[in-house]
């Protein structure tokens, strides 16, 4: 009951974050927190490359964003770390265009000075091994990726005992950074950015693709702006951004 108040008061409060930076004028790119890095560049070249133009950013888990703009945050595009988030969006009617514009990998990683020697799903359950990120599977792409590897695997029973609960695969990339937990669950792309702090220990076998798709938002302030801004994150000049960050071509 706990995490679940905490988690409607960290909506509202996002919620609120996005409608006051939404000013006139302003496109409002609400994205997986996987991808604050390479969107805030991404948004610098689409703005470089359309003079008059401003890009707002908003990030969070993909399943927060999706609330958000179910109670109504005047979100002009979205961009989701799963097909599952996007699809929940589709059939609620909230989007217009659809295209998966990235890949990514689901990766665990471990303290840069870790002793353990994880090879596997299996050597999570190592006695040794007592807190492992995962963020939450009901909210987060990247924890319902762990989850669906960890069940394939026969492992989330005995994971799920030792896990500490994220909101977003930043939260474990920094819990894993900082040594508070033994392991975690996280995207390549984010791997990268800490290699001087964390150490990726295999990458997770899955049985779908991470992949990521964007859309514009069904009554949008910003309607031709956000199919626009869809469209650039295609191109071959946000592709080299993208990759420049460690993603994959769709």
């Known amino acids: 009951m706990r995490h679940s108040t905490l988690a409607r008061l960290l909506s509202t409060a996002l919620l609120a974050a996005a409608a006051a930076s939404a000013s006139a ?4 790119v609400s994205a997986a927190s996987s991808l604050s890095n390479a969107f805030k560049e991404a948004a610098q070249a689409y703005e470089a490359q359309y003079p008059g133009t401003k890009v707002a950013l908003n990030f969070a888990a993909s399943g927060v964003l999706l609330q958000q703009i179910v109670k109504g945050a005047p979100v002009d595009v979205f961009a989701s770390a799963d097909q599952e988030t996007m699809d929940t969006a589709q059939k609620q009617g909230l989007i ?10 689901l990766v665990l990683v471990v303290p840069a000075d870790s002793r353990f ?5 299996s050597d999570l359950g190592q006695a040794a091994i007592t807190r492992v990120a995962i963020s939450n599977p009901a909210s987060v792409p990247v924890g319902r990726y762990a989850q669906r590897a960890l069940e394939a695997a026969k492992m ?5 005992a030792k896990a500490i609960s ?8 920094d819990y894993v950074a900082r040594g508070e937990v033994d392991a975690g669950f996280v995207y390549n792309t984010d791997a990268a950015l800490m290699k001087d702090k964390v150490r990726v ?8 693709a991470v992949s990521y798709p964007i859309a514009s938002v ?7 702006e956000a199919q626009r801004f869809v469209g650039f994150m295609l191109t071959p000049p946000a592709q080299a951004i993208l990759a420049k960050y460690g993603f994959l071509k769709p």
């Open 117 to 121: 020697h994880v090879k596997q799903l």
């Open 201 to 208: 220990a295999f990458e997770v076998p899955l049985d779908v």
């Open 166 to 173: 994220t909101q977003n695969v930043r939260q474990s990339l």
């Open 25 to 28: 004028g302003e496109l409002l």
């Open 96 to 105: 217009v265009e659809r295209r998966d514009f990235v890949r990514n990998s």
């Open 156 to 160: 989330w029973t005995s994971v799920q």
């Open 218 to 224: 069904k009554g949008g302030a910003n309607g031709a």
